[in-house]
């Protein structure tokens, strides 16, 4: 027999583990209705490219952990799955001339992300996001918004103790000079590179600032610092975005060495972490600005912000802070009935319960009634509708298995027993 597993690296979701992701989902819904983002939804796979030039061909996520699709034929056009949103929402913003609307255009989506890495506690092949976009505003008003909406995110959900690490990272006007000068920084230094960090010198040596291994931790804390060398412009820029952060109080600490791993970003980056947490593999979420990432996907010179928070963690997070799930929801009802044969009867009253707005069950199986209670209880119904005899006469048994009592009910009453029901049971 073969015995078949998920993939390394992925997870299955199962009944008991949902509502903790469902309550997730429906903060983060709530939340882009309240602050105007709309959804949208892109395909799970994109031609390589688009995250090779959207991402960056540097980068961690494309040179080892691209998921890429096995063409079926020699000419076939080369795909990937999505390692993470923006690069996909910037394509169809420019694919769709979405510059026609009224900017900046505020979208939303929360779905699974894919790269191909080692798994490990918090790191897994398949993973989710909640990503927020605003493309066309170039801040710095809606940087703040941004940033305190992803902050919000976790006050909401139950981890208030999240804090935004918060750096900006320059543009096309200051970044080249400063990453001439960290480059000749860290050559200088280049018997101390670990093998790792020595080959991305060459590449990307802004990476070097992202480095976990701790051999780097005393060479980056000395290195020269992005924030000291923005132009004018940046500088004007991140100082307002500070303004309006400190305005919303948002609780910021300035992080000279955030850069993220990708190429696209210009000015504000930031990334959320909880109190005490801030290793490799416990960043909450993450963003930045990508002022050049719509050109680089083939539209107009557009600037646009966003973040990514990885619901995964936040999952884990929760469970550490002990903050219990919701329970998986029960029936109100559960329709058992005399005659173990009749299926007929209990599936009907339960479709009808069911049109009516109320949350039912019927026992399908054939067996005794008494078994059939205890079903009703063991899926914790609060009710057990008993079919018998009574039927004829336009009464049915309503057994209250929370309080224990039982009493016969006529049908034309039964929906609005139960309602009460349960509404005294909600409301104490
Ligand atoms: P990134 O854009 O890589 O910073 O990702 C944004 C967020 O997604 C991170 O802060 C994590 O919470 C989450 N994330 C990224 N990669 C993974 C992964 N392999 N497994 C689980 N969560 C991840």
Known sequence: MPS????????????????????????????????????????????????????????????????????????????????????????AYV??????????????????????????????????????????????????????LGHRFYVEAGLPNVKVLLNSIGDGACRPAYVTELTAYFASHRERLPELERSRLATNPLRLLDSKDPEMA????????????????????????????????????????????????????????????????????????????????????????????????VVLALAEERIAAPAPAHPAVFVTGADPADTVSRLRFATDLRHGGICARADLGQRRLSRQLEQAAREGAHFAVILGDELREGLVQLRDLRAASQHPVPLADLAREIERGEQSHRHG
């Open 95 to 148: 694919q769709h001339g979405l510059h026609t609307l009224p900017q900046p255009v505020r979208v939303q989506y929360l779905g699974p992300m894919f790269r191909y890495d080692r798994p490990q506690a918090g790191r897994y092949r398949q993973f989710w996001q909640w990503d927020v976009e605003a493309i066309g505003d170039p801040g710095p008003a809606i940087d703040a918004e941004i940033v305190e």
């Open 218 to 313: 005393a060479l980056i804390a000395a290195a020269p610092r992005i924030v000291d060398r923005l132009c004018d412009a940046c500088r004007t820029h991140f100082d307002a975005v500070r303004a309006h952060l400190d305005a919303l109080g948002v609780p910021v600490r300035l992080e000279p060495s955030l850069v993220r791993g990708l190429d696209y970003y210009t000015r504000t980056a930031f990334e959320f972490y909880r109190e005490g947490a801030e290793g490799q593999q416990q960043a909450l979420g993450g963003g930045g600005r990508y002022d050049g990432l719509v050109q680089l996907l083939g539209g107009k010179p557009t600037p646009g912000i966003g973040f990514a928070l990885g619901l995964d963690r």
């Open 4 to 91: 078949f597993r998920a993939p390394r690296g992925t997870r299955d979701l199962l009944p008991a583990e949902r509502p903790a992701w469902e309550r997730l989902a429906a903060i983060a819904s709530d939340l882009a209705r309240r602050y105007g983002y709309a959804s949208i939804e892109t395909p799970i796979f994109e031609q390589t490219a688009v995250f090779e030039r959207g991402v960056g061909e540097a980068t961690d996520i494309v040179e080892k952990e691209l998921f890429r699709i096995q063409p079926r034929s020699e000419e076939a056009e080369s795909w990937a799955l999505r390692p993470e949103g923006t690069a996909g929402i910037v394509r």
